[in-house]
C-alpha cells in the first residue's frame, strides 16, 4: 500500500519537474529504505529565501552544466522558470553565456562553476557574501551542493544522461 502512494508521489514529482524519475522508481522498487532515505534529501535541494529565484536558479543550472547530467539540468531549468526566472536568464545560463547575464547574476554563475569544478576563489565569495549576506552563502552552497549530489547519484544507479537537449519553456 506505501509503495503504491509513493508511485503516485512519484508520477506527480514527474509533472513537476517535467523530466521522467525512473531512478526514483528503480530505489522504489529495490529499497523502500534507501528511497526513504534518499526522499529526506529534498527538504533542503530548493531553499532560496535570502539568496533569491534569479540568484540561486543561476547557480543551480551553472553547477549542474559542470556535472554533465542533462537531465539535472533540466530539472533545474523548469523550476527556474516556475519559481518566476526570466526567460532569458535561464537561457543564458542554460548555454553557459554568462557574459549575457548581468553582472550580479555572472559573478553567482562563474562562483558556482568554479565551485563545481573544485576551484576556490576567496574574492568572488567575498563579493557575495558582502551582496547577499551570509544566510544566502549558505543556500549558495546547497544549491552547488545538490547539483554534485543529484547527477553523481543517478549516474552511479546509470540513469544520468550528458547532453540532452535542455528546453527552456518561458
Request: a positive charge; proline letters at 2%.
Amino acid at each position: 500500500m506505501i509503495c503504491g502512494i509513493l508511485r503516485r508521489m512519484i508520477d506527480r514529482l514527474e509533472q513537476r519537474l517535467g523530466v521522467p524519475m525512473d531512478e526514483s522508481r528503480y530505489m522504489l522498487d529495490h529499497s523502500l529504505g534507501g528511497f526513504l532515505a534518499f526522499s529526506t534529501v529534498q527538504t533542503w535541494t530548493d531553499r532560496h529565501k535570502a539568496l533569491g529565484a534569479d540568484a540561486y536558479y543561476v547557480a543551480k543550472i551553472a553547477a549542474y552544466r559542470e556535472e554533465d547530467c542533462g537531465t539535472c539540468l533540466q530539472i533545474a531549468v523548469n523550476l527556474a522558470v516556475k519559481a518566476g526566472v526570466s526567460g532569458e536568464i535561464v537561457r543564458y545560463a542554460s548555454q553557459g553565456r554568462e557574459e549575457l547575464l548581468p553582472a550580479p547574476l555572472r559573478e553567482v554563475y562563474r562562483f558556482a562553476q568554479k565551485q563545481a569544478n573544485r576551484v576556490d576563489d576567496d574574492d568572488l565569495r567575498e563579493t557575495l557574501r558582502a551582496r547577499y549576506g551570509d544566510e544566502a552563502l549558505i543556500e549558495l552552497a546547497l544549491a552547488i551542493a545538490s547539483a554534485r549530489m543529484f547527477p553523481a547519484f543517478k549516474r552511479t544507479l546509470g540513469y544520468a544522461k550528458s547532453c540532452s537537449m535542455v528546453r527552456v519553456v518561458a
